[in-house]
């Protein structure tokens, strides 16, 4: 990829699937900043200004929900994409997500494929030329 990396802030309280999201976007020449609950990634999202943010609904602190709200809630972080990356399938929790303001959303196990072509949409990280 020319140019700057990607900014990706993962939010999950597992560190292994912090981990594993950074491992299905390594190719792509991401730079990551990570947060293991809702409070730290609107710190985060503030402090770090990523250009998308993969977060999980159910955390400790403060759920991902109410994180996406409180950083759609800022100025300076309101136009951050926002995926949701969570084990909830039910058409509540997506709904909720979409009220909420994130941009997408992705049921776990996560593919590489659709993590990547999501991403890619949201960020136009596919118009840099990342492979």
């Known amino acids: 990829m020319n140019g700057p990396a990607l900014r990706v802030l993962v939010v999950d309280d597992s560190l292994l699937q912090q981990r594993y999201l950074q491992e299905l976007l390594a190719g ?8 293991d609950n809702g409070e730290a990634a609107v710190a985060a999202a503030r402090a770090g200004m990523p250009d998308i943010i993969l977060m999980d609904i159910e955390m400790p602190v403060m759920d991902g929900l109410e994180a996406a709200q409180r950083i759609r809630d800022c100025a300076e972080t309101a136009d951050i994409p926002i995926v949701m990356v969570t084990s909830r399938a039910e058409a509540e929790f997506m709904e909720s997500a979409f009220v909420g303001g ?11 494929d659709e993590l990547i072509a999501k991403v890619a949409a949201l960020t136009g990280l596919a118009n840099e030329g990342a492979a």
């Open 102 to 112: 994130c941009n997408d959303y992705i049921t776990k196990p996560v593919h590489q």
């Open 28 to 35: 792509s020449g991401c730079d990551f900043i990570t947060a």
